[in-house]
Nanobody, 125 residues
Framework: QVALVESGGGLVQTGGSLSLSCAVS????????LAWFRRTPEKEREFVAA????????EYLDSVKDRFTVSRDNGENTVYLQMNGLKTEDTAVYFC??????????????????WGRGTQVTVSS
């Protein structure tokens, strides 16, 4: 059984920073490509960032590309999302997700089999 547990959400002012973590337990960590998605009242599941299994290749939603950084620590079985320059439109519940499917990293939620329960990020103006 694979489990993902997010932490690090909270309330921050516009322009501030937060760092999210997601601890992954279960099968070998490097089996998975990992991603962050978010949910808002307008969007059920929006891709934010993803990182590949071994090489560390990354992809980002255009609106976060110069502000957010996804990384992974294969020794600690943890994936991170460093969020800088936060905007009110970044307010959402953030989920981490793991994919054991072959192929490269994906922006599609259906490619990820395992999900955390989410952590709330609120950015105030």
């Amino acid at each position: 059984q694979v489990a993902l547990v997010e932490s690090g959400g909270g309330l921050v002012q516009t322009g501030g920073s937060l760092s999210l973590s997601c601890a992954v337990s279960g099968r070998t960590f490097t089996t998975y490509a990992l991603a962050w998605f978010r949910r808002t009242p307008e969007k059920e599941r929006e891709f934010v960032a993803a990182i590949s299994r071994i090489t560390g290749a990354t992809e980002y939603l255009d609106s976060v590309k110069d502000r957010f950084t996804v990384s992974r620590d294969n020794g600690e079985n943890t994936v991170y999302l460093q969020m800088n320059g936060l905007k009110t439109e970044d307010t959402a519940v953030y989920f981490c997700a793991a994919s054991g499917l072959s192929g490269g990293i994906s922006r599609r939620a259906e490619r990820y089999q395992y999900w955390g329960r989410g952590t709330q990020v609120t950015v105030s103006s």
